[in-house]
């Protein structure tokens, strides 16, 4: 995932550019990669006529390309207005959004007055000689909230790579999400973070302590970092969490009281005196947050509890949005606590 700032039209050719690049990575074809550059245009127009600038996210992932949009203007007054084709309060050809709508897989919004936009497009290729799977924003089924875990993963400004990193598992009993921070910034804090995702993955069905005590042995041979493992158990609603070194974790029930979990003190690879996972009681219509020290930990789910209810994906970019140091690698993974 990388980002692209937008303040002036500019960038928003430069933000078209390199979205169309990413779409090529992510393997899309030139009809589609034309489709994902005008969702891209579309949405970064609107970071300046709406927003008064903001930021665009870009994540080529296997077919897939997801386009976050993250601004702190005034916020729509009226989002599903905005969607509709036809409709612009700058005053321009009044494609905007509801171009958006028509080419994307999903979308996703979050608005609200002094609060700023936040939305979410996600592409997906198609077949190209077909032209009824062109029209693909019709034909698939919207992104299910409690159907995945959602981040938003962003390397240190002017870093190519991200030292952080970050995964999950899931089995009919529940799910495990597992954030790592690679010390430092990065070629070899990437090479840190990933050998603690390729440990998590041989130990992804184990409790999270074990998971953390695994990668701790496992990365011995790179920089180290911090990681932290979280296991939500459905049946029993509760969520064990284990960490080692800075990284957060919250539970943000709906009402956005926000109950933080513990972390242990050490760097993974090189110092960990106590390995020890907590358990807390976890009802399923809340939503797990982790992030690692790019984010700052002052934020509250009481100033989102309007969004709880949205994609957590939303809630994410606007965590990062609003809580990225910038000034180093940043990662905040979100997910429903409840049984898909
Ligand atoms: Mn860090």
């Known amino acids: 995932m990388f980002e692209v700032l937008v303040s002036d039209p500019s960038q928003v050719a430069e933000a078209r550019r390199r979205a169309t690049a990413a779409a090529g990575l992510a393997g899309f074809g030139e009809v589609t990669a034309g489709q994902a550059a005008l969702v891209a245009t579309e949405l970064c127009s609107n970071l300046l006529k709406h927003g008064q600038g903001g930021r665009l996210l ?74 009824d799977a062109l029209a693909i924003a019709i034909r698939r089924p919207p992104v299910v909230r409690d159907a995945g875990v959602w981040a938003v993963n962003v390397p240190k400004p002017g870093e190519n790579v991200c030292g952080d990193g970050w995964d999950w598992s899931e089995d009919e009993h529940g799910r ?24 998590f993955r041989r130990h992804r069905g184990a409790a999270p302590e074990e998971i953390v005590q695994a990668v701790h042995s496992g990365i011995r041979h790179t920089r180290g970092g911090a990681v932290a493992a979280a296991r939500i158990d459905w049946a029993g609603a509760t969520v064990t969490f284990a960490g080692l070194g800075n990284i957060a974790g919250a539970l943000v029930l709906p009402s956005g009281q926000t109950r933080r979990m513990v972390s242990m003190n050490g760097t993974a690879g090189h110092n960990a005196r106590k390995v ?58 979100v997910t429903g606590t409840g049984r898909p």
């Open 58 to 131: 870009v994540n080529p992932c296997n077919n897939t390309l997801d386009l976050i949009a993250l601004d702190s203007g005034p916020g729509m007054p009226d989002v599903e207005a905005c969607m509709a084709d036809g409709y612009s309060t700058a005053g321009t050809r009044g494609q905007g959004l509801g171009a958006v709508r028509r080419l994307a897989q999903s979308v996703e919004v979050a608005s609200w007055p002094g609060s700023g936009t936040a939305v979410w497009a996600r592409l997906v290729t198609a077949d190209e000689t077909n032209p």
């Open 176 to 199: 495990t999400l597992f954030v790592v921070d690679g010390l430092g910034h990065g070629t070899e804090a990437a090479l840190a973070a990933n050998a603690a995702l390729a440990a």
């Open 276 to 333: 020890q996972g907590f358990e807390y009681p976890c009802p399923p219509n809340a939503l797990l947050v982790m992030h690692s020290d790019g984010i700052s930990t002052g934020w509250s789910g009481e100033r989102y509890a309007a969004m709880l209810w949205k994609h957590p994906m939303l809630l994410a970019g606007m965590l990062y949005r609003d809580f990225s140091r910038g000034r180093d690698d940043a990662t905040v993974v």
